[in-house]
């Protein structure tokens, strides 16, 4: 059975990302209405940043875990499972500060993780998670899809480089963008951001 995971992120209560990426999973589900969809709220239930426990409990087995670190190994564990069982990722984030929420960083840092995730080959690094597809819904004040600012998007490329790391190639970016430029901007913003969702739907 499909599976869809919605990672929304943005500590805004009425974010533009989390009310697109919501639309395009519920678009996705009512082409595919068997799918089941799997939501985390990285901004109402943040993760912890991993800590000590999680950085010495990845190189151990898990019977010689501490109760530390065997806590946030279930943890891993558990986001690890929820990646692994989705065919489709569908991300939901405000741009801060040029980049990703700080809660969506924590995510990647527990769902990184070697022999799981990724492996180490002796021709390089290979992702494991393999045959999905992702689709990136990233609010922002100003506009980085084109002109002086393109530069400063370091949320896009980031979150690329991190799911090809993982094996994810197959990526689309849904912009929601130019929400604070001028009375009109975030309903442009959102009108676009909704006929490209139409789009990839369709
Ligand atoms: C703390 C903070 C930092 C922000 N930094 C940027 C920024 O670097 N560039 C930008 O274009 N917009 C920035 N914004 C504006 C947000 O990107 C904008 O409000 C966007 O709609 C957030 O996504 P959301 O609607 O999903 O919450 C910032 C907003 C906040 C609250």
């Known amino acids: 059975m499909s599976s869809i995971l919605l ?8 974010s533009f990302s989390t009310q697109i990426a919501f639309e395009l999973a519920d678009r996705l589900r009512a082409a595919n209405p068997t ?10 239930n943040p993760l912890p940043h991993i800590d000590g426990g999680f950085t010495a409990g990845i190189h151990k087995p898990n019977e010689a875990l501490n109760a530390a670190e065997a806590a946030a190994i279930r943890l891993s564990d558990e986001l690890v499972a929820e990646i692994l ?5 569908v991300i939901g984030t405000a741009f801060i500060n040029f980049n990703i929420t700080s809660n969506l960083k924590s995510w990647i840092d527990y769902i990184g993780r070697a ?18 597809k992702a689709y990136i819904v990233l609010a922002s004040g100003g506009i980085y899809s084109e002109g002086p600012a393109a530069a400063l998007d370091h949320a896009t490329p980031y979150l690329k480089s991190v799911l090809a790391f993982i094996g994810i190639t197959d990526v689309e970016v849904i912009r929601v963008e130019g929400v604070n430029r001028g009375p009109d901007g975030a309903a442009n913003a959102v009108t676009a951001a ?6 990839i739907a369709a």
């Open 85 to 89: 069982g989705a065919d489709t990722l």
């Open 194 to 199: 909704r006929a490209q969702i139409a789009r």
């Open 35 to 44: 799918s089941l969809l799997v939501h985390r709220d990285l901004a109402t």
């Open 115 to 132: 022999g799981k995730t990724f492996q180490y080959t002796a021709s390089g690094p290979e992702g494991l998670v393999k045959d999905r």
């Open 7 to 14: 990672l929304t992120a943005s500590p805004r209560p009425s």
